[in-house]
């Protein structure tokens, strides 16, 4: 069964310290998702991509957050610095969208754990 | 701006029982509508995913329908068990596979 990967699944580290996830999306999906999830506000969007190129970032602290993907296997979210209001648990989804937008599922990685202290 | 309500925010049920979960969203234009599952800890999985053009979807014990004029659905499970016990999540795109726009939750709770 294909499924997005998520790395590390847990990060707890001090504050300032540079926090990089990384998220290898399903094979030929070409939509790639940063969710992130907290008690308070549940899942938000963060950034997503569409075939590597970024569509819509405007979920991101543009000061301290910044996404990539380098190549189409991998999606990468940094926080620096990071502060302890970051902590949650970040999520990347992938899906498939044609030309005219598709109405495909989004499939979630396990997220990563992230705590600042 | 989409915005995604689920009630109740938590259910607790004894095992066997049916028991419909709500969602609704303030915008109908949509092209489909996401039921998701997290358990404790975990991501979250895909459970059924309707059509705007659909009005249910079924997966063994669960049933799914959609109102879009009304800016409704609802999630159906039967014969509820106690693995069932997770937080259920329905979302929302604006247009195709578009960042999705996602509920609070509803955590049931199935006792045996």
């Known amino acids: 069964d294909a499924r997005v990967t998520q790395t590390p699944r847990h990060k707890v580290t001090e504050m300032g310290q540079e926090v990089t996830m990384r998220c290898q999306p399903i094979?030929?999906?070409?939509?790639v998702f940063w969710y992130r999830q907290t008690m308070m506000q549940g899942l938000e969007l963060l950034a997503y991509?569409?075939?590597?190129?970024?569509?819509?970032d405007s979920g991101m602290p543009k000061d301290r957050f910044s996404a990539e993907m380098p190549d189409a296997t991998l999606a990468t979210l940094k926080i620096q610095p990071s502060e302890p209001r970051d902590s949650a648990v970040y999520f990347c989804?992938?899906?498939?969208?044609?030309?005219?937008?598709?109405?495909?599922?989004?499939?979630f990685g396990d997220g990563t754990r992230l705590s600042i202290l | 701006k989409q915005e995604v309500t689920q009630i109740p925010a938590a259910l607790s049920v004894p095992e066997g029982e049916n028991l419909v979960l709500n969602c609704s969203f303030t915008d109908s234009a949509i092209y489909n509508l996401q039921w998701f599952r997290q358990d404790h800890g975990k991501g979250l999985t895909s459970l059924l995913l309707i059509q705007s053009s659909q009005r249910e979807q079924t997966s063994g014990r669960l049933n799914a329908s959609l109102d879009k004029s009304s800016g409704r659905s609802t999630l159906y499970i039967a014969a509820s068990q106690p693995g069932d016990s997770a937080t259920y999540l329905c979302?929302?795109?604006?247009?195709?596979?578009?960042?999705?726009?996602f509920g609070k939750g509803t955590r049931l709770s199935v006792i045996a």
């Open positions: 094979l030929g999906h070409n939509t």
């Open positions: 991509f569409r075939n590597r190129a970024p569509l819509d």
């Open positions: 979302a929302v795109p604006d247009s195709g596979n578009t960042p999705l726009v």
């Open positions: 989804a992938s899906g498939f969208a044609d030309r005219v937008g598709g109405n495909q599922p989004q499939h």
